[in-house]
């Protein structure tokens, strides 16, 4: 009986186990065709796209034809233009759209040299984060500028609110600080030939400094992605040695942060001791702010030394703030030298119940962009800000409240490079 019975399993098994392999099949088959649709369609949205894109290309390029040809201006003179125009926008990422509109702009206005000059607006626009909007804004304002022999305050000041690094880089070409071209264009002494003529420099893309990389994404990390790739040939390419003297400065610099570490963080234990805070509070402190340091391009003893500073004054929240003025130097083009000046200027302006010219004017020098994202903080512009500040009727407290809520790490910071550190540990695998 038992063998009859197992005869009859194994007849069964006979049949199930193939058409488990079969089923087992058939999933995979399914799964594989869903895959494909998947990419079909990826691929179809992608066409489309492309297709939907040279259609709104075309349609730009001819109403610019259409537009410049009611100015009188001769076809083959457009013809040039276009040519020239979409050479760049494809060779820079350029809207078509943006800059056809910029050209036509700027020639309504009797620009000249308006081909170049559109570039120049386009790539300061590229170094934005709204390329096609910026682009629009600025051959709209140098249009509008262009009707007037000086250039006007309001015109200048919607760039300044809109884009103030742009305008920093615009104050670097004529040799002159923010302030300073703020107070001459204020007081009728800019005028717009020069200032043109400023935009035209700036925006140069030999002039640009390219934008800092975002760090590498860790599917690049673990063995030997884009990023060590690209980094290896670059080095190949240009020269040998100059990698190496990379590398060695870099490890030099690497052990002195070590050290310049040990010795900031035992004055910082020493000063708030000294200032009766608990170690427990001391530890929590310094562990926040060590991390903040590892994971960004700031040293330890910028950290250390900020926060004594600020918390010596008696200073609110001194931790997060800190970390709000690492925001702040972030938005500069030279983060460290940046937030230095800050930390000066901080510790200066928590001993006054209002903001200082002075301190607040080496603040914007710095840090232009992040200066026009306090003033956002605080609902107003930049130029309401400044002029609060120059009549006394900014506080302190007021502004470094700004401060720790528009640029704390999470906001801000994550975004923002790594430090040497984490190169040379991708480079090295």
């Known amino acids: 009986m038992a063998e009859n019975l197992n005869t009859k399993i194994n007849i069964v098994d006979g049949f199930s186990n193939p058409l488990s392999a079969f089923a087992s099949k058939l999933s995979n088959s399914s799964s594989k065709l869903s895959e494909l649709s998947n990419k079909f369609t990826q691929a179809k949205s992608k066409v489309t796209g492309m297709i939907t894109g040279a259609n709104k290309g075309a349609e730009a390029w001819t109403n610019f034809s259409n537009k410049l040809g009611s100015m009188n201006i001769p076809t083959a003179q457009i013809g040039a233009a276009k040519n020239e125009l979409s050479g760049f926008a494809r060779q820079t990422n350029t809207s078509i759209d943006g800059i056809s509109k910029a050209y036509v702009n700027l020639s309504r206005a009797g620009v000249s040299n308006t081909s170049q000059l559109t570039q120049s607006l386009a790539s300061l626009a590229n170094a934005t984060n709204s390329p096609k909007s910026s682009l629009i804004l600025l051959s709209e304002t140098a249009a509008k500028m262009a009707k007037q022999p000086k250039v006007q305050w309001q015109d200048f000041n919607d760039l300044l609110n809109t884009m ?30 020069q200032f043109i003529s400023a935009l035209n420099q700036a925006g140069n893309r030999n002039n640009l400094t390219p934008k800092t990389p975002q760090e590498p994404k860790s599917a690049g990390i673990g063995g030997g992605g884009m990023f060590k790739s690209m980094l290896g040939a670059n080095l190949a390419s240009s020269a040998v040695v100059g990698g190496l003297n990379l590398a060695r400065s870099a490890v030099t610099s690497l052990n002195e942060e070590l050290s310049s570490s040990t010795k900031a963080w035992d004055t910082f234990n020493g000063n708030m001791q000294q200032l009766n805070m608990p170690q427990a509070k001391i530890n929590s402190v310094r562990n926040e702010l060590q991390k903040f340091a590892q994971d960004t391009i700031y040293s330890s003893s910028d950290m250390a030394s900020t926060y004594s ?6 200073t609110k929240n001194t931790t997060q703030l800190v970390k709000g003025f690492g925001g702040l130097a972030a938005a500069s083009s030279e983060p460290t030298q940046a937030m230095k000046t800050l930390s000066q200027q901080a510790t200066q302006m928590a001993a006054k119940p209002k903001v200082q010219w002075q301190d607040f004017k080496l603040m914007m020098e710095q840090t232009p962009a992040g200066i026009s994202a306090v003033a956002k903080s605080m609902n107003m512009s930049m130029s309401e800000l400044m002029q609060g500040v120059q009549g006394g009727t900014v506080k302190t407290q007021d502004f470094f409240n700004a401060i720790e809520k528009k640029l704390v790490t999470t906001e801000c910071f994550l975004k923002w490079p790594l430090n040497i550190k984490l190169l040379i540990k991708l480079w090295m695998g």
């Open 164 to 193: 103030p690094n742009t305008m920093s880089r615009v104050a670097s070409s004529m040799n002159t600080s923010m302030s300073d071209l703020i107070s001459n264009i204020k007081n009728g002494k800019v005028q717009t030939e």
């Open 309 to 314: 500073q600020l918390e010596a004054t008696g």
